[in-house]
């Protein structure tokens, strides 16, 4: 079984940076990635990354050229750094993994089937 723990989240002004990481304990898992909910919508996917093959990322549109994830693999760790936050990212952020036959549905993040508890990101003047 594996679990997920987040760490990271934060308040902050609009324009700064925040890293969250994702600690897994555990391995098998090829598809790692990050969600988040804003207060009364929907969990949406944010970014993901598939280890397999020659390995690929996923970000979701409103995102992309800001947040950006890594993993360490000695580590065992996942990463999302997130530039220029914007208030419309607040939310709780939860790290998410799979194991996937192919990066060909590592979008689906609100789908994998391990999730952490979350963490909190709020960005406000």
């Known amino acids: 079984q594996v679990q997920l723990t987040e760490s990271g989240g934060g308040s902050v002004l609009p324009g700064q940076s925040l890293r969250l990481s994702c600690a897994v304990s555990?391995?098998?898992?090829?598809?790692m990635g990050w969600l988040r909910q804003a207060p009364g919508k929907a969990p949406e996917g944010v970014a993901s990354l598939f280890t397999g093959g020659s390995g690929s990322t996923w970000y979701a549109d409103s995102v992309k050229g800001r947040f950006r994830i890594s993993r360490d693999s000695a580590k065992n760790e996942f990463y999302l750094q997130m530039n220029e936050l914007r208030p419309e990212d607040t939310g709780i952020y939860y790290c998410a993994a799979d194991t996937k036959a192919s990066n060909k549905f590592i979008s689906a993040v609100t789908g994998f089937r391990d999730r952490g508890q979350g963490t909190q990101v709020t960005v406000s003047s």
């Open positions: 555990g391995r098998g898992r090829n598809a």
